[in-house]
């Protein structure tokens, strides 16, 4: 599938109403118009009342008593921001007149997920949408064409886009029908890829045979239960509660650390927030290598020093500033000289002293003009960047600038970074700038969610007790605010937080 539809769609539809089959475009409320028109109505029409389905009933299902978890204003704000900054993907689609937004069908789209998330269901059974879902998003393709994105509307809004091959179908599956993962309202796309009606009764293999919010629970398509209502299954009771020993459904009251520890009917969730927190010193507890200091390790959960001078490298790759692990005797020795054969770290078998490459396994001067980049870290005299070339080899070549280009950052001059959606040299995009990959926001910034769970800005690089994703100053690292999850209703992932 398009990266476009991996960006976009999946998130505007938590995972993965039509009409009869029969629809026509007057009736899917689709109009034309500037990008700007039709974002500003998506915005009105589907990402707001979306936000508020969602979390008023995240807020039913409980989920506001788990650490962290937002308010009703602050759910909502922060889901719609998500959504908008989703929507912008299809931007140009848009504006270029191959794609509207209909807003007959994101009503139905916003209906199906009101039973989805009224039960405490993150979303559809995996691989299923809701048809409105698809085609209030739809493109100028006829039947049997290739649509310019996948898993959205076509033929007058009458069919679909296979969210697989792209291909345009003529209509909607009815009951009986094959599918990919939609049908017509009024049915479901079962596990065997066949529109079913799935009412109260009807023979199931799993949740994706039945309406929702019908359940699969002993083979057959039934409501769910209360916390306290006899059960023999997960399944049996309300998304959130599990089947206890004693054939009760409960909530999973224990903390949780994986999926499994909350059973098939909950997830294990909790606050993606994040904050730089000082290095740790020597003695002090660890969870990782960067938990601690440029001159320690982590050694069984407690920083250590790192082995001195002529002493066995610290699980194997870890010794002093300024020594490095002979690849021979598997002792920390100072670094390499130009000749000496290159030693060990923890990013591989590529170390030399300073102003010197990996060249062969042998430390050497740094490449050249035209010379094949040292190995490892791809290093090229002063003034110079690393390309990579289709063949799999690398050359140094003069650094470019803005609108040139490139294969990688460092190809790219001061204050311009290589945008790989373009493969050219760009800017350094400003504080408060989206950001997708990280590499926008130049080495000073960091790529960071302007708040837990809400769209990427370039930010300045993050300091003590500052939030931040992945990095922070020098000294500090980031880490999670919490050292476990609990067992939620699936709703309840659904909200970043």
Same mark, same amino acid.
């Given at each position: 599938?398009?990266?476009?539809?991996?960006?976009?769609?999946?998130?505007?539809?938590?995972?993965?109403?039509?009409?009869?089959?029969?629809?026509?475009?007057?009736?899917?409320?689709?109009?034309?118009?500037?990008?700007?028109?039709?974002?500003?109505?998506?915005?009105?029409?589907?990402?707001?009342?979306?936000?508020?389905?969602?979390?008023?009933?995240?807020?039913?299902?409980?989920?506001?008593?788990?650490?962290?978890?937002?308010?009703?204003?602050?759910?909502?704000?922060?889901?719609?921001?998500?959504?908008?900054?989703?929507?912008?993907?299809?931007?140009?689609?848009?504006?270029?007149?191959?794609?509207?937004?209909?807003?007959?069908?994101?009503?139905?789209?916003?209906?199906?997920?009101?039973?989805?998330?009224?039960?405490?269901?993150?979303?559809?059974?995996?691989?299923?949408?809701?048809?409105?879902?698809?085609?209030?998003?739809?493109?100028?393709?006829?039947?049997?064409?290739?649509?310019?994105?996948?898993?959205?509307?076509?033929?007058?809004?009458?069919?679909?886009?296979?969210?697989?091959?792209?291909?345009?179908?003529?209509?909607?599956?009815?009951?009986?029908?094959?599918?990919?993962?939609?049908?017509?309202?009024?049915?479901?796309?079962?596990?065997?890829?066949?529109?079913?009606?799935?009412?109260?009764?009807?023979?199931?293999?799993?949740?994706?045979?039945?309406?929702?919010?019908?359940?699969?629970?002993?083979?057959?398509?039934?409501?769910?239960?209360?916390?306290?209502?006899?059960?023999?299954?997960?399944?049996?009771?309300?998304?959130?509660?599990?089947?206890?020993?004693?054939?009760?459904?409960?909530?999973?009251?224990?903390?949780?650390?994986?999926?499994?520890?909350?059973?098939?009917?909950?997830?294990?969730?909790?606050?993606?927030?994040?904050? +730089?927190?000082? !290095? #740790?010193?020597? @003695?002090? =507890? $660890?969870?990782?290598?960067?938990? &601690?200091?440029? %001159?320690?390790? /982590?050694?069984?959960?407690?920083?250590?020093?790192?082995?001195?001078?002529?002493?066995?490298?610290?699980?194997?790759?870890?010794?002093?500033?300024?020594?490095?692990?002979?690849?021979?005797?598997?002792?920390?020795?100072?670094?390499?000289?130009?000749?000496?054969?290159?030693?060990?770290?923890?990013?591989?078998?590529?170390?030399?002293?300073?102003?010197?490459?990996?060249?062969?396994?042998?430390?050497?001067?740094?490449?050249?003009?035209?010379?094949?980049?040292?190995?490892?870290?791809?290093?090229?005299?002063?003034?110079?960047?690393?390309?990579?070339?289709?063949?799999?080899?690398?050359?140094?070549?003069?650094?470019?600038?803005?609108?040139?280009?490139?294969?990688?950052?460092?190809?790219?001059?001061?204050?311009?970074?290589?945008?790989?959606?373009?493969?050219? +040299?760009?800017? !350094? #995009?400003?504080? @408060?700038? =989206? $950001?997708?990959?990280?590499?926008? &926001?130049?080495? %000073?910034?960091? /790529?960071?969610?302007?708040?837990?769970?809400?769209?990427?800005?370039?930010?300045?690089?993050?300091?003590?007790?500052?939030?931040?994703?992945?990095?922070?100053?020098?000294?500090?690292?980031?880490?999670?605010?919490?050292?476990?999850?609990?067992?939620?209703?699936?709703?309840?992932?659904?909200?970043?937080?």
């Amino acid at each position: 599938m398009s990266r476009k539809w991996l960006a976009g769609i999946f998130f505007l539809f938590l995972s993965f109403g039509c009409d009869d089959g029969k629809t026509r475009p007057a009736d899917t409320g689709c109009v034309g118009g500037s990008a700007d028109d039709q974002l500003a109505r998506f915005d009105a029409t589907y990402c707001g009342p979306m936000a508020q389905v969602v979390c008023t009933a995240a807020a039913g299902c409980g989920c506001g008593t788990i650490d962290g978890f937002p308010d009703q204003a602050a759910c909502e704000s922060s889901w719609r921001q998500r959504c908008m900054a989703s929507a912008q993907h299809f931007r140009d689609d848009f504006d270029a007149g191959t794609m509207q937004y209909c807003e007959v069908a994101a009503s139905k789209c916003i209906e199906a997920y009101r039973i989805a998330n009224g039960a405490c269901r993150s979303g559809m059974p995996e691989e299923t949408l809701p048809a409105g879902c698809l085609l209030m998003l739809t493109v100028d393709t006829k039947p049997g064409e290739t649509c310019p994105t996948p898993g959205v509307g076509c033929n007058d809004g009458r069919g679909i886009c296979s969210p697989y091959n792209a291909t345009c179908s003529a209509a909607l599956p009815g009951e009986g029908a094959a599918c990919e993962g939609v049908c017509i309202d009024g049915a479901v796309c079962n596990t065997n890829g066949t529109c079913v009606a799935g009412e109260t009764g009807d023979d199931c293999e799993s949740v994706r045979d039945c309406r929702l919010p019908l359940a699969c629970i002993a083979g057959r398509c039934a409501e769910t239960v209360v916390e306290d209502a006899a059960c023999t299954e997960d399944d049996a009771c309300v998304p959130g509660l599990a089947c206890s020993a004693q054939d009760l459904c409960t909530a999973v009251e224990a903390p949780c650390t994986e999926p499994a520890d909350c059973g098939e009917n909950a997830i294990c969730t909790a606050t993606q927030a994040r904050v +730089c927190v000082p !290095v #740790a010193e020597d @003695g002090q =507890p $660890c969870s990782g290598d960067e938990d &601690c200091s440029a %001159a320690s390790w /982590c050694d069984t959960d407690t920083c250590a020093p790192r082995p001195g001078a002529n002493q066995p490298c610290a699980s194997g790759v870890w010794c002093a500033p300024g020594l490095a692990c002979n690849l021979v005797t598997a002792l920390c020795a100072p670094l390499p000289q130009d000749g000496e054969p290159c030693a060990l770290s923890e990013a591989g078998p590529f170390v030399c002293d300073d102003g010197l490459a990996c060249l062969s396994d042998t430390c050497g001067p740094l490449p050249g003009h035209g010379e094949t980049c040292g190995s490892g870290n791809n290093a090229c005299a002063e003034g110079l960047g690393c390309s990579f070339n289709t063949d799999g080899t690398s050359t140094c070549e003069d650094k470019v600038g803005a609108g040139e280009p490139c294969t990688n950052d460092r190809q790219c001059l001061a204050g311009t970074y290589c945008e790989y959606s373009t493969m050219l +040299c760009t800017t !350094v #995009a400003a504080t @408060g700038a =989206p $950001c997708e990959d990280g590499n926008e &926001c130049g080495p %000073a910034g960091s /790529c960071v969610p302007e708040s837990p769970g809400g769209p990427f800005v370039c930010a300045p690089l993050p300091a003590a007790g500052e939030p931040c994703y992945l990095e922070c100053t020098d000294t500090t690292v980031c880490h999670s605010v919490v050292t476990a999850g609990v067992c939620a209703a699936p709703v309840c992932g659904v909200i970043g937080f």
